[in-house]
């Protein structure tokens, strides 16, 4: 994923170990003294620097992506999600006096969503309207918006702070790996023989 790579390793075949490892930690931000060419000084959100002061600031990251990871992979074998998840999801939800529907996990425009929000890096590093521009290429920056509050709305993704950031819930996880278990795994081999 870039310069950013989960591994996983089998340990004597009882844990599975994860770690995060990366080549250039520019790739994550951190809150630090910024020294501008005009000789003054500032505080705020910029990139890692590849120095020993980074070090506390990239471990907090990798961890945090560590964990984010594996909240992922333990939700890939869940069995069910329940009725009261399914209509959470399936509904339409009011926010405001603006309707936003719900999703279908049969639809090929929110299956392409769902295998979308599931890239790697999204789960390292979150995502921004523009990444996500990138991956639906044939919707609008108004439409994207739309579909970010939409997400938001049902509980499938959270905002980080006060950044234009956003991550995966662990509800998000859960329906978005059960969605996607359920087409490729079961769904789509039984039509298959039919």
Same mark, same amino acid.
């Given at each position: 994923m870039g310069p950013v790579a989960i591994k996983m390793y089998d340990k004597f075949n009882l844990v599975l @170990?994860?770690?995060?490892? +990366? &080549?250039?930690?520019?790739?994550? @931000?951190?809150?630090?003294? +910024? &020294?501008?060419?005009?000789?003054?000084?500032?505080?705020?959100?910029?990139?890692?620097?590849k120095t020993l002061y980074s070090l506390a600031p990239l471990q907090e990251a990798l961890l945090s992506a560590n964990h984010r990871y594996l909240k992922f992979i333990s939700e890939i074998q869940t069995p069910e999600v329940g009725v009261e998840k399914l209509h959470r999801l399936a509904e339409t939800r009011v926010e405001n006096q603006h309707r936003y529907k719900g999703f279908n996990l049969f639809a090929e425009e929110d299956i392409f969503l769902f295998r979308s929000l599931l890239r790697g890096e999204f789960f390292i590093r979150g995502f921004t309207s523009k990444d996500l521009r990138q991956q639906l290429s044939h919707k609008n920056s108004g439409q994207i918006t739309r579909l970010l509050k939409r997400l938001r709305v049902h509980g499938l993704i959270k905002k980080v702070g006060r950044h234009y950031r956003y991550?995966?819930?662990?509800?998000?996880?859960?329906?978005?790996?059960?969605?996607?278990?359920?087409?490729?795994?079961?769904?789509?081999?039984?039509?298959?023989?039919?």
């Open positions: @170990r994860i770690e995060t490892t +990366v &080549n250039n930690v520019s790739f994550f @931000r951190q809150y630090r003294r +910024v &020294n501008h060419r005009d000789g003054s000084t500032s505080m705020k959100w910029a990139p890692m620097k991550y995966l819930t662990d509800f998000g996880r859960q329906v978005i790996a059960m969605a996607l278990k359920l087409r490729e795994i079961v769904v789509i081999p039984e039509l298959a023989q039919a």
